[in-house]
Protein backbone atom coordinates (compact mmCIF):
# COMPACT_ATOMS: atom_id res chain seq x y z
CA UNK A 1 0.00 0.00 0.00
CA UNK A 2 0.86 3.75 -1.17
CA UNK A 3 1.81 5.45 1.83
CA UNK A 4 2.99 7.93 4.72
CA UNK A 5 2.70 7.39 8.45
CA UNK A 6 4.25 9.91 10.58
CA UNK A 7 4.95 9.43 14.33
CA UNK A 8 7.59 11.49 17.17
CA UNK A 9 4.77 13.93 17.99
CA UNK A 10 4.01 14.77 21.75
CA UNK A 11 3.64 17.26 24.77
CA UNK A 12 7.35 19.31 24.54
CA UNK A 13 7.75 22.44 27.14
CA UNK A 14 8.80 25.63 25.17
CA UNK A 15 12.20 25.78 23.94
CA UNK A 16 12.74 22.34 23.70
CA UNK A 17 13.07 19.74 20.77
CA UNK A 18 11.32 17.07 19.35
CA UNK A 19 12.40 14.74 15.76
CA UNK A 20 9.09 13.87 13.95
CA UNK A 21 9.58 10.70 11.60
CA UNK A 22 7.72 10.21 8.58
CA UNK A 23 7.67 6.42 6.68
CA UNK A 24 6.90 5.86 3.57
CA UNK A 25 5.61 2.74 1.62
CA UNK A 26 4.61 1.66 -1.63
CA UNK A 27 6.83 3.76 -3.72
CA UNK A 28 10.23 4.57 -4.26
CA UNK A 29 10.88 7.27 -2.00
CA UNK A 30 14.56 8.09 -3.29
CA UNK A 31 12.72 9.97 -6.33
CA UNK A 32 10.59 12.45 -4.76
CA UNK A 33 10.81 15.50 -3.36
CA UNK A 34 8.79 16.18 0.29
CA UNK A 35 7.02 18.38 2.43
CA UNK A 36 6.48 19.25 5.67
CA UNK A 37 3.15 20.97 5.89
CA UNK A 38 1.65 21.75 9.41
CA UNK A 39 -1.61 22.74 10.60
CA UNK A 40 -2.65 24.76 13.94
CA UNK A 41 -5.89 23.88 16.18
CA UNK A 42 -8.53 25.20 14.21
CA UNK A 43 -6.57 27.04 11.38
CA UNK A 44 -5.18 26.36 7.67
CA UNK A 45 -2.60 24.91 6.01
CA UNK A 46 1.05 26.28 6.95
CA UNK A 47 3.97 24.97 4.51
CA UNK A 48 6.87 24.51 6.81
CA UNK A 49 10.13 23.00 4.69
CA UNK A 50 11.05 21.36 1.68
CA UNK A 51 13.59 18.67 0.54
CA UNK A 52 14.68 17.45 -2.99
CA UNK A 53 15.21 13.79 -3.43
CA UNK A 54 18.71 13.74 -2.93
CA UNK A 55 18.62 16.55 -0.13
CA UNK A 56 20.47 18.59 -2.66
CA UNK A 57 17.52 21.65 -1.79
CA UNK A 58 16.18 22.49 1.36
CA UNK A 59 14.13 25.37 2.24
CA UNK A 60 11.88 26.49 5.13
CA UNK A 61 9.60 28.90 6.09
CA UNK A 62 10.48 32.13 7.73
CA UNK A 63 8.80 31.01 11.00
CA UNK A 64 11.47 27.69 11.23
CA UNK A 65 14.33 29.27 9.35
CA UNK A 66 17.12 28.73 11.49
CA UNK A 67 15.13 26.29 14.61
CA UNK A 68 13.73 23.41 12.09
CA UNK A 69 15.82 21.09 10.45
CA UNK A 70 14.87 18.63 7.82
CA UNK A 71 16.60 15.33 6.29
CA UNK A 72 15.62 12.50 4.74
CA UNK A 73 17.86 8.60 4.79
CA UNK A 74 16.53 7.40 1.89
CA UNK A 75 18.03 3.67 2.32
CA UNK A 76 15.27 3.02 5.06
CA UNK A 77 12.58 5.49 3.23
CA UNK A 78 11.99 7.91 6.15
CA UNK A 79 11.77 11.76 6.43
CA UNK A 80 12.37 13.64 9.35
CA UNK A 81 11.84 17.26 10.84
CA UNK A 82 14.16 18.04 14.04
CA UNK A 83 12.52 20.87 15.40
CA UNK A 84 14.44 23.35 18.12
CA UNK A 85 13.75 26.30 20.51
CA UNK A 86 10.04 25.33 20.09
CA UNK A 87 7.30 27.68 20.73
CA UNK A 88 3.76 28.10 21.76
CA UNK A 89 2.95 28.72 18.08
CA UNK A 90 4.56 25.70 16.46
CA UNK A 91 1.62 23.73 18.41
CA UNK A 92 -0.09 21.95 15.80
CA UNK A 93 -0.24 18.88 13.47
CA UNK A 94 2.41 18.26 11.04
CA UNK A 95 1.61 16.18 8.29
CA UNK A 96 4.33 14.68 6.01
CA UNK A 97 3.45 14.58 2.00
CA UNK A 98 5.27 13.77 -1.04
CA UNK A 99 5.76 16.48 -4.09
CA UNK A 100 4.41 15.22 -7.20
CA UNK A 101 3.61 17.03 -10.56
CA UNK A 102 3.99 20.33 -10.95
CA UNK A 103 4.80 20.67 -6.92
CA UNK A 104 1.61 19.46 -5.93
CA UNK A 105 1.54 17.35 -2.64
CA UNK A 106 -0.15 14.34 -4.01
CA UNK A 107 -0.02 12.03 -1.03
CA UNK A 108 -0.15 12.81 2.45
CA UNK A 109 0.30 11.32 6.21
CA UNK A 110 -2.39 11.14 8.46
CA UNK A 111 -0.34 13.83 11.19
CA UNK A 112 1.53 13.86 13.99
CA UNK A 113 0.23 16.25 16.72
CA UNK A 114 2.94 18.43 18.51
CA UNK A 115 1.51 20.46 21.79
CA UNK A 116 3.95 22.60 22.84
CA UNK A 117 2.82 23.97 26.23
CA UNK A 118 4.33 24.15 29.99
CA UNK B 1 6.47 35.73 -1.14
CA UNK B 2 3.26 35.17 -2.78
CA UNK B 3 -0.41 35.82 -0.69
CA UNK B 4 -2.92 33.86 -2.19
CA UNK B 5 -6.57 34.59 -1.26
CA UNK B 6 -9.49 32.53 -1.09
CA UNK B 7 -13.24 33.71 -1.49
CA UNK B 8 -15.54 33.45 -0.10
CA UNK B 9 -14.58 32.69 3.52
CA UNK B 10 -18.02 30.07 3.80
CA UNK B 11 -19.89 29.24 1.45
CA UNK B 12 -23.16 27.63 2.01
CA UNK B 13 -24.87 25.59 -0.64
CA UNK B 14 -27.48 22.62 -1.26
CA UNK B 15 -26.84 19.67 -3.30
CA UNK B 16 -26.89 19.20 -6.56
CA UNK B 17 -26.09 23.56 -6.76
CA UNK B 18 -22.29 24.50 -8.14
CA UNK B 19 -19.78 25.55 -6.37
CA UNK B 20 -17.36 28.40 -7.25
CA UNK B 21 -14.61 28.97 -4.96
CA UNK B 22 -11.85 31.69 -5.99
CA UNK B 23 -8.48 31.94 -5.05
CA UNK B 24 -6.31 35.24 -6.16
CA UNK B 25 -2.51 35.61 -5.58
CA UNK B 26 -1.21 38.57 -4.52
CA UNK B 27 1.26 38.49 -8.02
CA UNK B 28 1.40 36.51 -10.53
CA UNK B 29 1.96 32.59 -10.47
CA UNK B 30 2.61 29.94 -13.04
CA UNK B 31 -0.34 28.53 -14.04
CA UNK B 32 1.96 24.83 -13.47
CA UNK B 33 2.48 25.45 -10.11
CA UNK B 34 -1.43 25.83 -8.77
CA UNK B 35 -3.14 23.18 -7.11
CA UNK B 36 -6.73 22.90 -5.11
CA UNK B 37 -6.94 20.49 -2.27
CA UNK B 38 -10.15 19.16 -0.25
CA UNK B 39 -9.80 18.67 3.79
CA UNK B 40 -12.93 16.80 5.63
CA UNK B 41 -12.50 17.11 9.59
CA UNK B 42 -10.20 14.73 11.66
CA UNK B 43 -8.75 13.96 7.74
CA UNK B 44 -5.48 14.80 6.27
CA UNK B 45 -5.84 17.17 2.69
CA UNK B 46 -6.50 15.32 -0.68
CA UNK B 47 -5.12 16.60 -4.11
CA UNK B 48 -8.06 17.29 -6.40
CA UNK B 49 -6.51 19.90 -8.85
CA UNK B 50 -2.76 20.53 -9.87
CA UNK B 51 -1.32 22.76 -12.92
CA UNK B 52 -4.49 24.56 -12.17
CA UNK B 53 -6.56 22.88 -14.60
CA UNK B 54 -5.64 18.95 -14.38
CA UNK B 55 -7.59 16.62 -11.57
CA UNK B 56 -5.06 14.45 -9.64
CA UNK B 57 -5.83 10.85 -10.23
CA UNK B 58 -9.52 9.26 -8.71
CA UNK B 59 -10.67 13.07 -8.60
CA UNK B 60 -14.78 12.69 -10.04
CA UNK B 61 -15.12 15.25 -13.49
CA UNK B 62 -17.34 17.21 -11.36
CA UNK B 63 -14.35 18.95 -10.09
CA UNK B 64 -12.45 21.20 -12.77
CA UNK B 65 -9.73 24.13 -12.03
CA UNK B 66 -9.24 27.01 -14.41
CA UNK B 67 -7.62 30.50 -14.58
CA UNK B 68 -4.01 31.83 -15.29
CA UNK B 69 -2.21 34.74 -13.63
CA UNK B 70 -3.67 36.13 -10.38
CA UNK B 71 -7.16 34.18 -10.57
CA UNK B 72 -7.55 31.36 -10.31
CA UNK B 73 -10.93 29.30 -10.06
CA UNK B 74 -12.51 25.35 -8.53
CA UNK B 75 -15.66 24.86 -9.94
CA UNK B 76 -17.92 21.68 -8.24
CA UNK B 77 -20.42 21.25 -10.86
CA UNK B 78 -23.24 19.33 -8.99
CA UNK B 79 -22.33 18.93 -5.30
CA UNK B 80 -22.37 15.66 -4.00
CA UNK B 81 -22.94 15.42 0.16
CA UNK B 82 -19.60 14.15 0.12
CA UNK B 83 -18.26 17.26 -1.27
CA UNK B 84 -19.28 19.18 1.87
CA UNK B 85 -15.47 20.12 3.26
CA UNK B 86 -12.88 22.90 3.70
CA UNK B 87 -11.24 23.95 0.34
CA UNK B 88 -7.53 25.21 0.06
CA UNK B 89 -5.54 26.61 -3.22
CA UNK B 90 -1.92 26.45 -2.73
CA UNK B 91 0.85 27.79 -5.00
CA UNK B 92 4.75 26.97 -5.85
CA UNK B 93 7.13 30.22 -6.56
CA UNK B 94 10.25 29.04 -5.08
CA UNK B 95 8.50 28.89 -2.05
CA UNK B 96 5.23 27.39 -1.16
CA UNK B 97 2.23 29.27 0.21
CA UNK B 98 -1.48 27.97 0.67
CA UNK B 99 -4.42 30.47 0.70
CA UNK B 100 -6.50 30.19 4.33
CA UNK B 101 -9.44 28.25 2.79
CA UNK B 102 -12.92 28.52 1.84
CA UNK B 103 -15.28 26.11 3.84
CA UNK B 104 -18.08 24.39 1.85
CA UNK B 105 -21.40 24.19 3.87
CA UNK B 106 -24.84 22.29 3.16
CA UNK B 107 -27.40 25.17 2.66
Known amino acids: EVQLVESGGGLVQPGGSLRLSCAAS????????MNWVRQAPGKGLEWVSY????????FYADSVEGRFFISRDNAKNSLYLQMNSLRDEDTAVYYCARVGFWFAEDLWGQGTLVTVSS | EIVLTQSPGTLSLSPGERATLSCRASQSVSSSYLAWYQQKPGQAPRLLIY???SRATGIPERFSGSGSGTDFTLTISRLEPEDFAVYYCQQYGGSFTFGQGTKLEIK
Open chain 1, 26 to 33: GFTFSTYS
Open chain 2, 51 to 53: GAS
Open chain 1, 51 to 58: ITSSSTTI
